[in-house]
């Protein structure tokens, strides 16, 4: 008898059961045994589905399970982040289908040689380059990191004006050659450029993307990893990255090391009261690029890999949870219709749910303080 409790309660059987109760009329039956020992399952769900109340509670579902059979991925843009999300989605087997688009064709040619030379040690890969979007052809996922840089005393929305105007000349091309596709955008700032490709593309909210947090929190993780001595692969923490860098909100609240929270520890974790001074790890997030451009004149490599597990979790239909760019409206009090870096499930259908993480006051205030300067920003935009 404990044998057959212990099967099922396994995981592995609880999916066998549900399946086989859905494709017959088994669950009818157990509905009336269920009646006949006052046991009974509420009738607007699915078999097995008293089991998802608490999956309900944390997850808001955008969009059902699709299935996709192409791996082919786009990148727009071939300077240093650009080909650092290239070589990351060959060289960790993400996709073995890359295009290549930029507008200066010798360098263009000369990276997709550079890689095309490297394929005897990759898993057999279609490396294309060109200058124009035809080679972008039924992509699955296009990366946009072509963008400008903000010149010396430029305002913000002066900045964002100019790369509205660089993706109002990209997006339709994408959306010409790859209608199905969804949108990765890493081209700062990213939360307001989001929104901006959403805006021009015309496809549903959960189909475009940004790059957000995936890296901050990254950063936050191994920051924290190494003040506590443990792998950052046990550190659970999210970085929320509102309007840019000097705007962000560590979830101090969440943050995590195995399950424990910090401070249910230490009620003084990261806060002004600690002596430890955690909150200086926030600072050193923030400050993180501007130290790497100092020392090397760019970041790459780690938003290269931060890209490419985004890519992973798309293709793979992984179901794994990133902090992106995503809609936001009707989240936590926000009514402005923007895209903030909140934590997200991604799949086959691009982001499928928001997780519903638990922020305090400070926290959804400061939330909702990024929404309305986004909002303003954005509202100035000239199409």
């Known amino acids: 008898m404990k044998v057959i409790l212990l099967f099922l309660l396994s995981s592995r059987a609880m999916f066998i059961l549900n399946s086989f109760l859905t494709k017959t009329n088994c669950f009818k039956i157990l509905r009336r045994i269920g009646n006949a020992y006052s046991f009974r399952l509420p009738s607007t769900i699915s078999p097995l589905g008293f089991l998802r109340s608490i999956s309900d509670k944390l997850l808001q579902e955008l969009v059902p399970p699709v299935h996709y059979s192409e791996t082919k991925v786009s990148v727009i843009g071939a300077g240093q982040v650009g080909m650092a999300c290239a070589f990351s989605i060959l060289t960790q087997n993400v996709s073995s289908d890359v295009a290549l688009v930029d507008a200066q064709e010798d360098k263009l040619l000369g990276e997709m040689l550079d890689l095309q030379h490297g394929a005897y040690f990759m898993n057999s890969p279609k490396i294309s380059a060109s200058s124009t979007y035809e080679v972008t052809a039924n992509s699955r996922i296009c990366i946009i990191t072509a963008g400008a840089r903000q010149r010396e005393g430029e305002s913000r929305l002066a900045l964002v004006q100019r790369n509205v105007d660089i993706m109002k000349s990209i997006v339709p091309q994408l959306m010409k050659y790859s209608p199905n596709a969804t949108l990765l955008v890493v081209s700062n700032p990213v939360d307001i450029l989001t929104w901006v490709v959403w805006h021009l593309s015309g496809l549903p909210r959960h189909k475009v993307i940004g790059s957000g947090t995936n890296l901050d929190s990254s950063r936050f993780r191994f920051l924290l990893s190494q003040s506590m001595k443990v792998s950052v692969k046990n550190v659970h923490a999210f970085h929320c990255r509102l309007e840019h860098g000097d705007s962000s909100v560590p979830v101090w609240s969440s943050v995590n090391v195995a399950g424990v929270k910090l401070r249910d520890l230490d009620p003084n974790f990261a ?14 997030v923030v400050e993180s690029a501007y130290e790497i451009i100092k020392l090397k004149g760019y970041t790459s490599w780690a938003i290269g890999l931060s890209v490419s597990q985004i890519c992973d979790s798309l293709l793979k239909n992984q179901h794994s949870i990133h902090c992106v760019s995503i809609p936001v409206k009707d989240c936590y009090g926000i009514e402005e219709d923007v895209f903030l870096s909140l934590p997200a499930v991604l799949g086959e259908a691009g982001v499928s749910h ?20 986004i909002a303003k920003v954005s509202s100035e935009i000239k199409w």
Do not use: C, F, G
Request: charged letters at 45%; zero cysteines.
């Open 354 to 373: 928001i997780v519903k993480i638990n922020l305090n006051e400070e926290e959804e205030m400061h939330l909702r303080d990024s929404a309305h300067a």
């Open 271 to 284: 806060t002004k009261k600690d002596e430890q001074r955690y909150d200086e790890i926030h600072r050193k």
